[in-house]
């Protein structure tokens, strides 16, 4: 069975860097696209990046030039590096990857940024 496990969410200061990673199991992580998304309190879940099992990576227009989506197939994690953060990121964040046409979601991580 397919599972996703995100760490890495806290506190931090606006302007400040905080990094999340999702641990799979139960695939070939190496040939899986993976997705990050996040939900704010009271807006649909949106995504946020993208990578493809060789690497490629696409961004929302709001986190161009800030985030950072990263893998180590080795470790069958995928990152997300977050920089120079804005109360606005402030949202649940899931991993996400399809499974036999299905979506597979993480049960998120909380990262709330302070103004």
């Known amino acids: 069975q397919v599972q996703l496990v995100e760490s890495g969410g806290g506190l931090v200061q606006a302007g400040g860097s905080l990094r999340l990673s999702c641990a799979a199991s139960?695939?070939?992580?190496?040939?899986?696209?993976m997705g990050w998304y996040r939900q704010a309190p009271g807006k649909q879940r949106e995504l946020v990046a993208t990578i493809t099992g060789g690497g490629s990576a696409n961004y929302a227009d709001s986190v161009k030039g800030r985030f950072i989506v990263s893998r180590d197939n080795a470790k069958n994690t995928v990152y997300l590096q977050m920089n120079s953060l804005k109360p606005e990121d402030t949202a649940d964040y899931y991993c996400?990857?399809?499974?036999?046409?299905?979506?597979?979601w993480g049960k998120g991580t909380l990262v709330t940024v302070s103004s």
């Open positions: 996400n990857t399809e499974w036999r046409g299905i979506n597979v």
């Open positions: 139960g695939i070939i992580f190496s040939i899986h696209a």
